[in-house]
C-alpha cells in the first residue's frame, strides 16, 4: 500500500513539483495551499507524513503545528517543516521539542534529493 503525504505549501510551483515527484515514486499524495486548509485534511485525514511549509497566509506552518500537537487523535502525525530558512532558531526549538521531526530547505534540494529525503523520512 502507498504511504499517504499531505503538501502544505502556498507556493503553487512548489507544491506541484513535489506532488508531481511523489507520486512518479509511487505515493498518494494530497495537497493544500494553506495553513487553514492543511489543517482541515489534517483533521479528516491521515497521512504517513506532513511536508509543512513554514510561511504560509491565513495560518502558517508553526500555527498548523501547535494545533495538531493539541489535538489528542493528530498529536502523533509525523510532521516535517519545510522552509528557506537556514539555521532559524525557531524551527531548531520545534525540532528539539520533538514537535516536528525534522526540516527541509527547500533551496539547498534538487528534486532526486527531495525524494531521496522524503524516503528516508518514511523509512
Avoid at 512548489?14 to 511523489?22: A, F, H, Q, S
Avoid at 479528516?44 to 511549509?53: A, F, H, I, K, Q
Avoid at 517543516?81 to 525540532?95: C, F, R, Y
Wanted: glycine share 8%; no cysteine; hydrophobic share 40%.
Amino acid at each position: 500500500m502507498a504511504k499517504k503525504i499531505l503538501i502544505v505549501d502556498d507556493d503553487l510551483y512548489i507544491r506541484d513539483l513535489y506532488e508531481e515527484l511523489l507520486k512518479t515514486d509511487g505515493f498518494e499524495v494530497t495537497t493544500a495551499a494553506d495553513g487553514e486548509d492543511g489543517l482541515k485534511k489534517i483533521t479528516e485525514g491521515t497521512y504517513d507524513l506532513v511536508l509543512l511549509d513554514v510561511m504560509m497566509p491565513k495560518l502558517d506552518g508553526l500555527g498548523v503545528l501547535a494545533k495538531i500537537r493539541e489535538n489528542s487523535a493528530k498529536a502523533s502525525t509525523q510532521v516535517v517543516l519545510l522552509t528557506n530558512l537556514a539555521n532559524d532558531p525557531t524551527i531548531t526549538e520545534v525540532i528539539k521539542n520533538g514537535q516536528a521531526k525534522s526540516y527541509l530547505i527547500k533551496s539547498d534540494m534538487t528534486p532526486e534529493d527531495f525524494v531521496n529525503k522524503v524516503k528516508g523520512l518514511l523509512g
